[in-house]
């Protein structure tokens, strides 16, 4: 499908379950900001025309000026997110450029992404509408009710699903719309079209792309992020 490529950041959560008043995408990972990360890669790839970013309505103005601030060099809108981050989606989808061809759906706290999964991702567009990076399970799964065991989950067709998620256009647009008639609300984009008949292939990936959810989280992205660091030095 031809047509401008576009990201979508979502940074619109309340991001305080670490604790704290300053908002996990705002907090400094080797000394740039979470969500300034996580933009950085669609920034620089060649195949992302356009970001469309989401954010808290009370901290509209604040994640505006912090992408000014860094001066990332490419069309960036910033726009209220939703309630949840399906409402969130929906309206960044409805931002989009008429002439949309693809999207690539990530969370604003996943700081980690390496542009050669943009690319890995579009190559795989071309063969499936819609397709997401996973990560297999490695830890043993457990199922526990009432604080007992009560199932092991066989691990070997699990995966981790990751971001970005990448869809053509039109196809995650019309499930979004339809889930807003129905009221159905999705675990995620993946989920969402898969529930109205679309397949979705799994491209397995890199599970260092990882999401800050707690304290250890951001640990590791900063020993990370060191990491990546000193191998291109």
């Known amino acids: 499908m031809e047509g401008v490529n576009v990201a979508i950041v979502t940074a619109a959560g309340s991001g305080l379950r670490m604790g704290g008043k300053l908002k ?14 996580a933009i950085i890669p669609f920034v620089k790839s060649p195949l992302i025309g356009e970001i469309v970013v989401t954010a808290p309505a009370d901290e509209l103005e604040t994640t505006d000026n912090l992408i000014k601030e860094h001066r990332l060099g490419k069309s960036i809108k910033v726009i209220a997110g939703g309630k ?9 989808l409805q931002a989009c450029p008429q002439n949309c061809g693809r999207v690539f759906i990530h969370d604003g706290v996943r700081p980690l992404l390496q542009e050669k999964l943009i690319e890995e991702l579009a190559q795989e567009l071309k063969r499936c509408p819609a397709v997401i990076p996973v990560a297999k399970v490695k830890p043993s799964i457990k199922e526990v009710k009432d604080g007992l065991i009560i199932r092991h989950v066989p691990r070997e067709n699990l995966v981790q699903a990751l971001t ?8 995650i647009y ?3 719309q339809r889930a807003r008639q129905d009221g ?11 529930h109205y008949g679309a397949e979705v292939r799994a491209l397995e990936s890199d599970a ?17 992020v060191k990491h990546y660091r000193k191998d291109l030095s």
């Open 208 to 224: 260092l792309n990882i999401k800050i959810t707690d304290e250890a989280d951001l640990l590791l992205a900063e020993l990370l």
């Open 174 to 176: 019309d499930a979004h």
């Open 24 to 37: 996990k995408q705002f907090m400094l990972l080797d000394g740039l900001p979470v969500l300034i990360r």
């Open 184 to 194: 159905f609300e999705a675990t995620d984009d993946a989920a969402l079209v898969q």
């Open 164 to 171: 970005p998620q990448a869809f053509e256009y039109q196809l």
């Open 84 to 92: 949840t981050r399906q409402e969130s989606v929906y309206k960044a």
